[in-house]
């Protein structure tokens, strides 16, 4: 059973280009997390989705970010015109879904954006 | 709003001897909280999870974390250090009624010194 599954691993962009990031979730797992890790900082919850539907995008900046989960294929974070601050690690987790048996969260091994 | 406080920046250790990071977190309820560890350029790797039951709790590499609910803090916890546990460490707390997300700590470099 692979994990989570991000490409790609790193990614540069030039300002006022797009950047999309991929996540597969495990197999069985419904239900997926975009965390962003600034340098020195701990992650930040950006959006969790369910197959088609988002469920909490509190976390997701009001402008230029959007995420979905189709009904077939990876998860994707798109970023429109990236500019310099948007440069992180961007990690995808996800869970087979709510409930005390399905508590914890495993997590991709990341997604580096660079924006030159 | 459920938040997480890791107060130290870098836990400096030697080889062997033992190691402690610690995380107090605040959260409406009964939490879950949660301990990982990412090794450079790397993912997060789940370590343990204290959920209910006994207030120790055992994990992945030897790892170990006390919940205390009255100093409401989960510290993470290994008898002997090695130098290939040095790596930087994440405390997370989920309101279990909430949405599944969690809310981590700044992060701990942790450096076992030979």
């Known amino acids: 059973n692979a994990g989570v599954m991000q490409n790609p691993r790193h990614l540069v962009r030039r300002r006022g280009q797009e950047a999309r990031l991929r996540c597969s979730p495990m197999k069985g797992h419904s239900h997926v997390y975009w965390y962003r890790q600034l340098p020195e900082e701990g992650l930040k919850f950006m959006v969790y989705l369910q197959k088609e539907n988002i469920i909490d995008e509190s976390g997701m900046p009001k402008e230029r970010f959007s995420a979905e989960f189709p009904k077939e294929g990876p998860s994707i974070l798109r970023i429109q015109q990236v500019v310099r601050g948007d440069s992180a690690a961007y990690f995808c987790a996800s869970s087979p879904g709510v409930g005390v048996r399905n508590t914890e969260a495993f997590f991709g091994q990341g997604t580096r954006l660079t924006v030159v | 709003a459920q938040s997480v406080a890791q107060p130290e920046d870098q836990v400096n250790v030697a080889e062997g001897n033992p190691l402690t990071v610690k995380c107090t977190y605040s959260?409406?309820?009964?939490?879950?909280l949660f301990w990982y560890v990412q090794y450079p350029n790397r993912g997060l790797q789940f370590l343990l999870k204290?959920?209910?039951?006994?207030?120790l709790v055992k994990g992945s590499y030897g790892f170990e974390a006390e919940f205390n609910k009255s100093q409401t803090s989960f510290h993470l916890k290994k008898p002997s250090a090695l130098v290939s546990d040095s790596a930087l460490y994440f405390c997370a707390v989920r309101d279990p009624y909430g949405n599944n997300r969690l809310a981590f700590g700044k992060g701990n470099q942790v450096v076992v010194i030979p």
């Open positions: 959260v409406s309820g009964n939490p879950y």
């Open positions: 204290y959920i209910t039951g006994d207030n």
